[in-house]
């Protein structure tokens, strides 16, 4: 590693050069400057690590220097030196910039402790600046692929709603990316510094849900030997992404709307409530209007979660995205299982966009992933996807719709064609779902979505282990 460069200014050659070897003799470079003009001269070749000047020198003096290495080059911390060791001159120069300053005549070991401290500040400052790029490289909105317009509107809204403090409720099938899309909104937030903590309402049993969202206290309950601190608590100055908000039972739906009306938290065995300030993104797959209809959420809770509700479009919906994200996987693919040279051959990318993805982006990666392993040349041919992406999909004329002039509802095509699907197979999900080519949660979310009730899903049904036609990534 090479050492830090430090240029020093000083129009006494005697000095200049007892500093350069007191700062050799402590391990770093340094190039010597008689005046600022001379110093402007060899910045302007190469920043240094650091500027040590002379406050008082003739031509360009060193707050002089100063200025104008603070408004070209801030990212160079500057130390000045001075006879004039009076208040008056230390504080002009720490305003106008210096990060710190030495009185001749200089001590050689606080030269040493001053130095040390200064490129270790700025060592840092680089650190955190390269992290943050790297933040807004693996979270920022342009981390979310595609250019549809169905995805640009979801994430113009999406940005403009991080930089406030309202709830965000997120909207979207299993697997479209609901999570990247929060994280993307906490790392473009005032927030960002702060955590961004998850928690999957429906991944955690119902009775240990509690005490993982809000905490609890020694003793509360059999097993709580300790206290400890919820997610809710976690993520005090950050945001909290609640997951599968649809999945909470209503006794915690209750307690987490007084979380988001008082900002109280209320830990289980507490006596009394901690404030803390959190920011809320929530997201689910389930159709919550119709659950309000059920009595199975709370509709006051729907109204704080959804202030700015967000309806991140289906994979289905945004066919034009597939070749980019096919790309984005499969070179992933290909370096991470050490396959520079596999080729994906341009014409097989019709296969993936006459595919509906009812698993969406998830299941779009996984299926790339194997692909990328199981291909046996160093080309991917049409006999190396999967059977789905091979057969060819029948056409839809047998639905016999009529086209009327005016247009025509999808949203109403799709929901008649759930219900003969359903119909046609008396109301058991598992089978309409094979012949739709759909996964049954799938089929779920969208009778759910449509509002259909129990007269067409009234006959017997059962689970089935998924198969490679409609498995999909949940």
């Keep these: 590693m090479n050492p830090a460069r430090i240029l020093v200014v000083d129009d006494d050659e005697n000095l200049r050069w007892v500093l350069q070897t007191q700062l050799e003799d402590m391990g770093y470079a ?38 104008k290495i603070r408004s070209e080059y801030p990212e160079v911390p ?13 504080v ?17 070991e ?19 600046r390269s992290l943050r790029a790297s933040l807004d490289r693996k979270y920022g909105f342009e981390n979310i692929i595609g250019n549809s317009e169905a995805l640009l509107s979801v994430l113009d809204t999406a940005a403009r709603a991080a930089q406030s403090e309202s709830t965000i409720l997120i909207h979207a099938e ?27 309402c429906g991944a955690i049993p119902r009775e240990l849900l ?21 997610k809710v608590e976690l993520a005090n100055r950050g945001t909290l992404f609640l997951d599968e908000i649809g999945e909470m039972p209503g006794e915690l739906q209750v307690k987490l709307l007084r979380l988001i009306q008082q900002g109280e938290l209320e830990k289980v065995g507490a006596t009394s409530p901690l404030k803390v300030d959190v920011r809320f993104v929530a997201a689910t797959h389930r159709n919550l209007r119709a659950m309000i209809e059920d009595g199975t959420f709370r509709e006051d809770l729907y109204y704080r979660l959804a202030v700015i509700p967000l309806e991140l479009p289906p994979l289905r919906d945004r066919v034009e995205d597939v070749p980019e ?26 296969r993936f966009q006459d595919y509906r993805w009812p698993g969406n982006i998830r299941e779009l990666e996984n299926v790339i992933e194997r692909i990328v ?49 359903l119909d046609k197979f008396n109301g058991n999900q598992t089978h309409a779902a094979k012949y739709l080519d759909i996964s049954r949660k799938a089929l779920i979310y969208r009778i759910e979505k449509h509002g259909i009730r129990k007269k067409a899903t009234e006959g017997p049904d059962e689970e089935e282990p998924d198969t490679p036609g409609n498995s999909q990534v949940r």
Excluded: C, W
């Design 110 to 128: 606080e030269l040493g402790l001053v130095v040390s401290r200064v490129l270790e500040h700025f060592r840092l400052v680089k650190e955190v």
């Design 373 to 421: 392993v199981l291909s046996r040349g160093d080309e991917i041919t049409l006999a190396d996807l999967p059977d789905f992406l091979r057969r060819e999909r029948p056409a839809v004329d047998m639905l016999q719709l009529d086209l009327p002039a005016g247009g025509i509802s999808l949203e109403s095509v799709e929901k008649e064609l759930l219900i003969r699907a």
């Design 210 to 230: 509690e005490s993982e969202l809000f905490g609890h206290v020694k003793g509360s309950f059999t097993g709580a030997v300790g206290h400890k601190a919820g």
């Design 78 to 90: 500057v130390v000045l030196m001075t006879a004039f060791g009076t208040i008056q001159s230390a």
């Design 92 to 108: 002009q120069a720490m305003r106008a910039g210096a990060y710190d300053y030495l009185t001749k005549p200089i001590d050689y």
């Design 30 to 67: 340094v190039q010597p400057a008689g005046d600022g003009l001379q110093a402007v001269e060899a910045i302007e070749q190469e920043p240094p690590a650091l500027v040590l000047s002379d406050l008082k020198m003739p031509g360009l003096s060193g707050m002089e220097l100063l200025d």
């Design 325 to 350: 994200l096919v790309e984005h996987f499969f070179l992933r693919m290909r370096e991470k299982q050490g396959r520079p040279n596999l080729i994906l051959p341009p014409a097989l990318l019709t």
């Design 174 to 200: 299993t697997g479209t990316g609901k999570e990247l899309l929060a994280r993307a909104i906490h790392f473009n937030s005032r927030r960002r510094e702060k955590p961004f903590i998850t928690i999957n």
